[in-house]
Each structure stands twice: as C-alpha cells, then as structure tokens.
C-alpha cells in the first residue's frame, strides 16, 4: 500500500495550498483530486482579495484575511520563481460605490470599524478622478488602496507546481472514497485506485466536504452547503479600467489578460453548477450599474461554481478531536481565495504540533462536531 505523512483531499485553492505550505516545511505530503486541479469554486473566482467584503467586524475573520493579503504579494513572487506559475496579483485597489445615502452610512461606519484598511472616503468627483469608468451615478466611494486580486485557477496550479518542486506529490483524477479509522484516529484513505496508508488527513474538499464518503462515519456532518456563483468576462473597454469596482450588490475586476471579470450571483441551488440566462441577465444589469460602459463591451464568457458556505459564515479549519489525525480546511464561502495562505500555514501548524493560536480558535470544527 502506498503511504505518505499526509493525504489532503481536494485540490482546489485550499488542498494546493496546504499541501504547499506542507512540503515547504518538509512534511510528506500527498493531494488527491478527484477532478483537475481547480475544478471546482477555485477556477469559477472572481480572485479577489478583499478583506472587508465579508467582514462583519475587526474580530478573527478579518485578522485573519488581512494578515493574507499582507503577504499575498511576496508569496505570488515566491510562488512564480519556485513553480514558473504567474498567479497575476494586480494590487488594483478597491472602490466600493455609494448609490443613495443608505450606502453612505453603510460604506462610512465600515470604514470606521476597519482602520487597519486604510479605508478612505471620496465624494462623487474624486471617485471619477480615482475611475473614470465608474458609474457617473455614484455619489461617493470608500477605497481600498492594498486590495488585490489574482487569477484563482493559475493560483491553485502555482501552489501545486511549487508543492511539487518542494517532493509533495499532486494525483488528479483520484477521488478518495472513504477514511480507514481504527481506535480513534486515522490509519488511511481510500480511493477509488486503491488505499493509501497515513497517519494524517486533511480534508479540502470544499462544498463536496459534507457529502463524500471522507467524512467519519457516525460524526455529525458539517453545516457546509453549495452556494452557486454565476460570473462572466467582457473585453475591456481601451484604456481599460485600473481599480476594482463593487456595489449594487456586484463587482468589476480588470484582470490583467484585458478582460472585466463581472460577478456574481449567489445562488441555493444544492450540486447545480450551469450558467443560465437568469443569471446572465442578472450579471450584465448589475455590472452596467457599476461600469455603464459594460454595455459595449464584446462578450467573452461566463462560468459557474459552488461556493463551500459554512452555516455561520466563518471557514472551519483545524483538525476534528473526535478522530485523531483527522482535519478539516473548508466553509471558505466567498473568500477562499484570499484567506487560502492563512489557512495552509494554520493546517501546517497543526501537523507540526503546534497549538491553535487563540485568533483562530473561531474557526475550529469543534463548533459543530462536539
Ligand atoms: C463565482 C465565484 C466568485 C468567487 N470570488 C472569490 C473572490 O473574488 N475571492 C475569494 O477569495 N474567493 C472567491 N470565491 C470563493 C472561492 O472560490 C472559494 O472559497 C474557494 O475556491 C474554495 O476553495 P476550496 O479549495 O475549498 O474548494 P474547491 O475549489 O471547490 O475545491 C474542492 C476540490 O475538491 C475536489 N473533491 C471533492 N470531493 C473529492 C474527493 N472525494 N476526492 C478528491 N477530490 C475531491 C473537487 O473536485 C474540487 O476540485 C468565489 C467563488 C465563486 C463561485
């Protein structure tokens, strides 16, 4: 039977990068994906790096997202030099559009409540002077100077070569069936090409992990469910926009290969991942409010994926006390992307045998397994 100090399932951006962080440290490490690498939510994202989109105040989740997007550029330079893979982060900054006074309450108390943002307020003339492209509606704006973004599905592969480069091994097209238990804690993973004997399992498996066979038998599942996101690309208008617009409940990215990236819809419609012309309609209104020029724009292509989404909103990371070896890096929502390095260093922390540190005792599984 085959072995390795680590099997992690799923090898979307959370699996890819924990098994980087884990090779980095030294640590034997083996990803099993069923699919392709970012077959799932990791290639439909938008790549934003928004700490305080979801934010419902400066408590763990926000340290946490802003402690990524800290880093986030010099490890896009460290994983393009070890894997040759180019995740595109663009630090585009981020204006957030007021559209009635409503929003302006909204946008001003928030920046407020997260100072570390350097959130800055501008009234309807200096948001044109910021974006030209941005709606000439718009009475005012809250930006974000450090908010970036990158393109989702080159950064999942950029972790996987640069996990390779450090010995972890990446088998795509290999879904894991079931967890091989005995006296309480982890002896091994089954696929479907056969087990693999390890003492460690960390399951990534985003929406799919309250599904799957993974899961122990007789514990409680977790409170993960699909959220589906609609989202579409036009050609970007020339010159093209610079900073990265939200509001009327979307957003606008320019990425860096000259397209406007327009997403998206939320949707509760269980293991459902297609495009539909509800949700066309939906993206083109709602991206035309924030950049009017959309509507000219040539039409590239629109896509969708399942959001993992947690029941209280916070991801769930950290290893299940009910079985010894056994971990959880899931519920990453609409931000996984972003908290993806945070997540991968606390799951090395935990297989290195270091304590949880207390900011992110929030996140632990414990809330819904014991
Ligand atoms: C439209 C949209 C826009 C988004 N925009 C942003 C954004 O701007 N910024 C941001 O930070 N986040 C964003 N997100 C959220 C982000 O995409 C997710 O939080 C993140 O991709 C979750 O990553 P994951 O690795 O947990 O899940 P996934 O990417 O879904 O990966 C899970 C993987 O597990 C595999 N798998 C499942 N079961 C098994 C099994 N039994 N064996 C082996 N493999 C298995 C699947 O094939 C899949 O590849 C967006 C999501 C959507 C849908």
Same mark, same amino acid.
């Given at each position: 039977?085959?072995?390795?100090?680590?099997?992690?399932?799923?090898?979307?951006?959370?699996?890819?990068?924990?098994?980087?962080?884990?090779?980095?440290?030294?640590?034997?490490?083996?990803?099993? *994906? !069923?699919?392709?690498?970012?077959?799932?939510?990791?290639?439909?994202?938008?790549?934003?790096?928004?700490?305080?989109?979801?934010?419902?105040?400066?408590?763990?989740?926000?340290?946490?997202?802003?402690?990524?997007?800290?880093?986030? *550029?010099?490890?896009?330079?460290?994983?393009?030099?070890?894997?040759?893979?180019?995740?595109?982060?663009?630090?585009?900054?981020?204006?957030?559009?007021?559209?009635?006074?409503?929003?302006?309450?909204?946008?001003?108390?928030?920046?407020?409540?997260?100072?570390?943002?350097?959130? *800055?307020?501008?009234?309807?003339?200096?948001?044109?002077?910021?974006?030209?492209?941005?709606?000439?509606?718009?009475?005012?704006?809250?930006?974000?100077?450090?908010?970036?973004?990158?393109?989702?599905?080159?950064?999942?592969?950029?972790?996987?070569?640069?996990?390779?480069?450090?010995?972890?091994?990446?088998?795509?097209?290999?879904?894991?069936?079931?967890?091989?238990?005995?006296?309480?804690?982890?002896?091994?993973?089954?696929?479907?090409?056969?087990?693999?004997?390890?003492?460690?399992?960390?399951?990534?498996?985003?929406?799919?992990?309250?599904?799957?066979?993974?899961?122990?038998?007789?514990?409680?599942?977790?409170?993960?469910?699909?959220?589906?996101?609609?989202?579409?690309?036009?050609?970007?208008?020339?010159?093209?926009?610079?900073?990265?617009?939200?509001?009327?409940?979307?957003?606008?990215?320019?990425?860096?290969?000259?397209?406007?990236?327009?997403?998206?819809?939320?949707? *509760?419609?269980?293991?459902?991942?297609?495009?539909?012309?509800?949700?066309?309609?939906?993206?083109?209104?709602?991206?035309?409010?924030?950049?009017?020029?959309?509507?000219?724009?040539?039409?590239?292509?629109?896509?969708?994926?399942? !959001?993992?989404?947690?029941?209280?909103?916070?991801?769930?990371?950290?290893?299940?006390?009910?079985?010894?070896?056994?971990?959880?890096?899931?519920?990453?929502?609409?931000?996984?992307?972003?908290?993806?390095?945070?997540?991968?260093?606390?799951?090395?922390?935990?297989?290195?045998?270091?304590?949880?540190?207390?900011?992110?005792?929030?996140?632990?599984?414990?809330?819904?397994?014991?």
């Amino acid at each position: 039977m085959r072995t390795s100090e680590v099997v992690v399932v799923g090898g979307g951006v959370i699996g890819a990068s924990v098994a980087f962080f884990l090779a980095r440290e030294g640590i034997e490490v083996t990803l099993l *994906e !069923r699919d392709a690498l970012a077959a799932g939510a990791s290639g439909a994202a938008a790549g934003m790096l928004t700490p305080t989109n979801d934010a419902a105040d400066a408590g763990p989740f926000f340290h946490w997202a802003q402690r990524s997007l800290e880093g986030f *550029e010099s490890l896009a330079a460290e994983l393009l030099e070890r894997s040759g893979v180019d995740c595109e982060f663009v630090r585009s900054g981020t204006l957030r559009l007021a559209f009635d006074d409503d929003d302006v309450t909204r946008l001003q108390a928030r920046a407020d409540t997260f100072a570390d943002a350097r959130l *800055e307020w501008f009234d309807a003339a200096a948001v044109r002077v910021v974006e030209p492209y941005a709606a000439e509606h718009a009475v005012g704006g809250s930006y974000a100077p450090d908010e970036a973004h990158v393109r989702s599905p080159l950064l999942a592969r950029a972790y996987a070569a640069a996990a390779r480069r450090f010995g972890a091994r990446i088998e795509t097209g290999v879904e894991a069936t079931g967890l091989r238990v005995g006296s309480g804690r982890v002896t091994g993973v089954e696929t479907r090409d056969g087990a693999w004997s390890t003492p460690r399992v960390v399951l990534c498996s985003g929406a799919w992990s309250a599904t799957g066979g993974v899961w122990p038998e007789g514990l409680a599942r977790l409170p993960v469910a699909p959220l589906r996101g609609q989202i579409l690309s036009v050609e970007a208008p020339t010159p093209a926009p610079a900073t990265t617009l939200l509001g009327a409940g979307g957003y606008v990215v320019p990425k860096r290969d000259g397209s406007l990236v327009v997403g998206a819809t939320e949707e *509760e419609v269980g293991f459902d991942a297609r495009v539909t012309g509800e949700g066309l309609r939906q993206l083109l209104e709602m991206g035309a409010r924030i950049v009017p020029a959309i509507g000219d724009c040539t039409f590239r292509s629109a896509w969708a994926g399942l !959001r993992p989404t947690p029941s209280d909103g916070l991801p769930i990371i950290g290893p299940v006390d009910e079985v010894e070896g056994f971990a959880v890096a899931t519920g990453h929502h609409r931000n996984g992307v972003l908290l993806s390095p945070a997540t991968g260093e606390l799951i090395t922390g935990w297989v290195s045998g270091k304590a949880t540190p207390s900011e992110a005792r929030a996140f632990l599984p414990s809330r819904f397994t014991s």
